[in-house]
C-alpha cells in the first residue's frame, strides 16, 4: 500500500543570513540525498544522532528513513536552494508511539556547516504542524546529555528534561506550547 500524501506542501523559508531554504515532507526518492548527507556528518554529530560512530549509513536505514506513512511516522526535510544546485541540509521526523496514539518520539539531523543558523527552528515547526494535523499531542526524544543544541531547541519550543539516566536525556515538550 502506498504512503498517504502530506497534507501539506513545500514551504519556503530565509534563514537570517538570507539562505534560502525549501522546507517539504521526505519522499523515497530522498534516499540519495540522505547518504550524502549523511556523508557530509562530522562524527560528532553521527554519534549525537545515531548514538553511534558508524561510518555509513546501512541501505536497510536509508530505506526506514525514507519510507514514511505521514501519519505514523512523518519526516521533513530542508534543501538549501539558494545555489544552482540545491543540497539537502536538514531533517526532522516524528515516529508516532505504540503505546501512547497522541505522543510522537522526534530526532533531527542537521549537516554540519548548517548548525546553530536556524535549519532545526524550522524544521521542527513544520514537523510539530504535521504531527498536530495527525492527532499527536507531544513530543519526546532520547538524546546525549552533551548535546546541548537539541536540549536547547527543545528549551526554545517550551520542552524540558524529564529524566537522566546512564548519560541520556529525555525531553518532552507540548505541541499546544508551540502553536
Known sequence: MAPDLPHRGPVPVTLD???????????????AD??????????????????????????????????VDHRNHEAWVAIDVSSDHPIGVGVARYI?????????EIAITVVDSYQHRGVATHLVQ???QSA???????????????????????????GHATSVASGVVELSFDLKKME
Open 34 to 67: 540522505f547518504e550524502d548527507g549523511f556523508d557530509r556528518l562530522s562524527k560528532q554529530s553521527r554519534y549525537f544522532r545515531f548514538f553511534s560512530h558508524m561510518k555509513k549509513m546501512p541501505s536497510w536505514m536509508v530505506e526506514k528513513l525514507t519510507h
Open 132 to 158: 498536530r494535523e495527525n492527532g499527536i499531542e507531544s513530543f519526546s526524544a532520547s538524546v546525549l546529555g552533551d548535546n546541548d543544541a537539541v536540549q536547547g531547541l527543545a528549551r526554545h519550543f517550551g
Open 126 to 128: 513544520e514537523l510539530a
Open 17 to 31: 543570513d538570507g539562505t534560502s531554504l525549501l522546507l517539504r515532507p521526505v519522499s523515497e526518492d530522498d534516499a
Open 96 to 104: 508516532r508511539s505504540p503505546d501512547d496514539p497522541h505522543a510522537a
